[in-house]
């Protein structure tokens, strides 16, 4: 009896999703046990992620339901125990000070050189493609790669940083397409080794090192996918370091994933999952936390391009799963992958995430600033 009205209760929520139990669309999920029920109204998005890795449930077109589900912001009705812990912590806690800082870098970065290498394509960026005139992922990432050297106005002898430099992609492209030396910092140890050896004869270093150390100068500053990293508590550190590293007229472009209503802490399942200690940014904690800092040169959303990134990733992945250590990514972790990408692509694609990119100068361009696209 019990089963019954939570099967009718999940029934009845998905149904205003335009989803089915057992239907032949897209959107449509099969149930493969029935505790799925209880599970999902009890944890929320977190009952539901990990019941999709455990294999209860399959969904016809991942990315399909999970839209579905989010554009019908059933994910802000079914809220589990686990949300109210994740919000207390967040709230009392600093959770991306000291080694909370490096959690992110320890069980997502480092998962392995070889996962990214077959998802990311021919360059190791692990960030949003510009695809405005771009046919495939590698002409959107370098694409994306010329649009931020450009919002800089790079040239030839200019001392530039990356604060959160990756792979070391970015700084390799604009050392060799625009002349300038440069200091990557991250706190990834794989990436770092990674970032070193692909800069290897360029004027580039490469520092294992928090953004918190830093204070010395540089022409311009870019930071590419690293902001949702921070944590609202550390905004305002994060604009006072990059203003410090600055001129009065430098440039300081920030590339980030960000969201429509100001929160304190991230979903449950990307927290224990995927990025843990992380958040997205919304437009008011952006500007907050940099007022007096910097001048707001330029605020360019193209979110939608993540969508195709991220399907691009999906099908890179998709089709070499096969050359991966199947002790180390394991059915379950191929699951838990799938789950993050196709939930990612639902949440740009409804347009509840965005991605920005903010030009800021300290003291205003003189004569002002025209922004490339």
């Known amino acids: 009896m019990v089963e019954a009205r939570l099967f009718k209760r999940v029934e009845s929520l998905l149904q205003e999703a335009g989803v089915l139990i057992g239907g032949e669309r897209a959107q449509d999920i099969q149930v493969h046990d029935p505790r799925l029920y209880a599970r999902v109204l009890a944890q929320g998005s977190l009952g539901l992620g990990e019941s999709y890795m455990d294999g209860w449930w399959q969904a016809n077109h991942l990315d399909a339901f999970l839209f579905n589900l ?3 912001r059933l994910d ?8 109210v812990w994740d919000a207390l912590k ?10 909370g800082s490096y959690e992110v870098g320890k069980r997502h970065y480092d998962l392995g050189n070889d996962l990214y290498r077959i998802m990311l394509g021919k360059r190791l960026v692990y960030s949003c493609g510009y695809w405005r005139d771009a046919k495939d992922l590698d ?3 370098e694409a994306k790669l010329d649009l931020v050297c ?3 106005q790079l040239r030839p002898g200019m001392r530039v940083l990356d604060i959160g430099c990756g792979w070391g992609e970015a700084l390799k492209f604009a050392a060799e397409r625009y002349g300038v030396e440069g200091v ?3 706190i990834s140890k794989e990436q770092a080794a990674f970032a070193q050896d692909l800069c290897r ?14 204070n010395e100068q540089f022409d311009a500053i870019f930071s590419i996918g690293m902001f949702e990293h921070v944590g609202v508590k550390n905004y305002r550190t994060y604009f006072e370091v990059a203003q410090r590293c600055l001129p009065p007229h430098g440039l300081f472009l920030l590339h980030s994933i960000g969201t429509n209503i100001s929160d304190d802490h991230t979903d449950p399942w990307i927290a224990r999952y995927i990025f843990p200690n992380s958040m997205l940014p919304s437009a008011a904690q952006i500007t907050d936390a940099m007022e007096g800092l910097f001048v707001l040169e330029d605020w360019h959303n193209f979110g939608t391009d993540y969508d195709l990134t991220l399907q691009a990733w999906r099908n890179n992945i998709d089709a070499a799963w096969g050359q991966l250590d199947t002790e180390r990514y394991d059915e379950r972790f191929q699951r838990m992958w799938s789950f993050y990408l196709a939930g990612s692509m639902a949440a740009f694609r409804t347009r509840h995430a965005n991605l920005w990119q903010l030009v800021l100068s300290p003291s205003g361009v003189p004569g002002g600033y025209i922004a490339p696209r």
């Open 90 to 99: 967040a709230k009392l806690f600093n959770l991306q000070s000291g080694q």
């Open 184 to 186: 990557g910092i991250t």
């Open 70 to 72: 989010i554009n019908a």
């Open 201 to 214: 004869g360029l004027p580039v270093e490469i520092r294992l090192q928090d953004y918190r150390d830093l």
């Open 150 to 152: 450009r919002k800089l």
């Open 76 to 83: 802000e009705r079914v809220h589990g125990t686990g949300e």
């Open 139 to 141: 002409a959107a990432q």
